[in-house]
């Protein structure tokens, strides 16, 4: 005699896997929540390392920036503004720091008159110099001024400038 819930050969659902309930539905409901459950705790604490891995990483970053504003003596926020055009331009971070303590030693030794030199040719050339409220350079400022008296000078004042303030040298990125 046929099986009535056979058609044409095709075994009932339940007999698939060869025996008369298959091995994946003998899990219990309770063991599929549990192992659905765990994926999602798993899940959630993957997303929230990533995220505390991120801001300690930004924390850090921070920490780099401030320490290295601190080192020259200027407001962290301008410090961090320079940093960051930097970085925006593909700078390294390590690198972008590096620099801009540079810039600001350099232009810190001529609002100082410790670089003869470029002060005199700041003067010459109407560069002026802004500084913050303790005295150290308004290197944004600064520089706007700088690009400002730059852009009509000759090629040979501007190689003079270049080579007396070193704003061409490799360790200015």
Known sequence: MA?????????????????KIPAYKKIPGAMVKAYKLANGVHTAYTISSELLGLINKGASN???????AQGV????????DVTGAMRIRGVDNIE????TQKLYKRL?????????????????????????????????????????????????DKSELDNVIEFDSNEML
């Open 3 to 19: 099986d009535k819930n056979s058609i044409d050969g095709i075994p009932p659902l339940d007999d698939i896997a060869g025996g």
């Open 108 to 156: 810190n030794d001529i609002a100082w008159g410790h670089n003869k030199p470029a002060s005199e040719l700041f003067t010459k050339h109407k560069i002026d110099i802004i500084l913050n409220d303790n005295g150290t350079v308004d290197a944004p400022k600064t520089m706007t001024n700088y690009a400002t008296a730059y852009a009509p000078l000759s090629p040979r």
């Open 62 to 68: 921070a920490l780099i920036v401030n320490n290295a």
């Open 96 to 99: 972008a720091i590096k620099s």
């Open 73 to 80: 003596g200027v407001p962290v926020e301008q410090f961090g």
